[in-house]
């Protein structure tokens, strides 16, 4: 949502901070821009639509001299996606300009007051506001301040007491051209320490070719760097505060395409890996028993309480039935954003599960945090090493999924569902409702599901060409399962609409005859998730209900399954809820070949931004 990007060292600043903002593109796509600083003035490029509409501008520019720079990718809230809404935005007298993500909630307020004392506006964005703002201040300050960096430091910190809302923000000033500062108030901003160079971002994808030495930022603080150093500072009071330096694991590969057409079908397709990477030191293969080291100070709940947007939500709907199924504990589930305003009943010992690949959506933050200070113990379940959902919970399982670049989640959901795997047998186990043969089993089959995953992703993909080329004139479509395989049919739906931008619902397939199989006609096509499990039989019935009222249906279904459709998907079968991770890879691919044949823009769908950290 919005990436942000600032340089300060030894390289070329510009070319620099598109490389940079090219692996943040994925937050937000619909503008862009960067400000430098170049033979004394302050200077500003920027572009509607993509980043080559931009590098096609900035060719038209020496811009090989400046060593920092800001940049900024959009994803708009207030304001059309235009040149002139596009970051970075100047102040009046153009010596400050400034990016911003997030939304400040008294802007109107603070920009009649503004424009009230002569000052102009350009856009019609909330983050001139700010940027007004602290030009205000700035202007007053620095007349008795002893030096740029104490004026700077000061109008930023007055300017942030002033607004409400969410910002992560970072300004650059021509009176002080080497030192930049950033600013973040619940949206992300992580500090990359580099050697002669640093780096400020909404991500650390952005600067991991550069370097993996990163300082997590905290709300209500400020960061300073140039060249040379950085500086963390309390917004408030501008009192230094001392941070750790941590290292990042992940590979600068892991945020590149590899060698796909998209970031999407490389994250497909590492889902083999993504098991086995989430697995990694939390299965004790001697005593055939699942180790969660991170849950050691937790015990087993008496219910838990998920909390979850989109993806991560489907993957928590999928956890409360093996969760009920296999640990016997109760689970209530929900959207982030009905949690957070919902009057939730939380009793003793209840649990509050925290599902998000960013750790940064801002409705499942808020619920993190009502759940806390009602002093309900929460754990996170996140994929981005140091977030703000991994800080902010009392415990954390890391997914180990690497980086997800492509908008639409795919391999995060995948490694969600592994770690939900592993802790559904770890509670079983602690609780004494499973026997050790199903503990075995389980395990023995969860080892070996990378292996039949991987030998089967290829053909997967030629049956989703196929089944995307045959019904690629649909205007709609139902996706049908039922038990755990519900929770799939929605993700299924959810790909498909992202990312082809064709209508899809996904449904309970019993719910069906409840209202929605009015829409069935030979038009109006159905995926059944059909695999043979215990509701086979229940499935096959509803089916024949679309079949009656001539709606072509697609089985995805195992072998030898007589299933009596002229589209049969094949895939292998597993044992019990395994047999998910070989469905969901299809569903994706179904949606992502979907995509390509209508020559979407798979890795970057409209109107979407990945990370969503406005409410
Ligand atoms: C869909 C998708 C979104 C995210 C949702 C939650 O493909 O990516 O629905 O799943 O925005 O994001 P996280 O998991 O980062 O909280």
Redesign the pocket.
Known sequence: MCGIIVYSGHRPAVPLTMDCLRRLEYRGYDSAGIAYIQQNKLQVIRSRGKLDQLEEKIGQHDVYHATTAIGHTRWATHGLPTETNAHPHTDNNKELALVHNGIIENFQEIRNSLEQRGYVFYSETDTETILLLISDKYKHIREKANSEDEAIARALSQALQEVEGSYALALINLNSPNEIWGARHSSPLILGAGTGENFIASDIPAFLPYTKDVVFLEDGELAKITANGWEVYDASSLNRIDKQINRIDWNVQSAQKGGYKHFMLKEIMEQPQVIKDCMAGRIDSANQRVILPELDHVSVPEQVHIV???????AGLWAKYIFESWSRVPVHIDI?SEFRYRDNIFRENDLVLA???????AD?LAGLRIAREQNVPVVGLC??MGSS?ARESDGVIYTQAGP?I?????K??CS?MAAFLLLALYWGESKGTLSTEFLQNSIQDFISLPGILNSELARMQESGQEFAAKYSRSRSFFFLGRGINYPLALEGA??LK?ISYIHAEGYAAGEMKHGPIALIDPEFPTLAIAPHDDLYTKLISNLQEVKARSGPVIGLTHPGSDLNLEDKWEIPKMWSALNSFLILPALQLFAYEMAVYLGKDVDQPRN?A???TVE
């Open positions: 979850a947007c989109g993806t991560s939500y489907h982030a599902i998000t690949q960013s750790g940064e959506t499942t994929n981005v959902v997800e492509s908008v639409a989640s795919t995060a959901m969600q959810l790909k992202e979407l990945k990370s969503v």
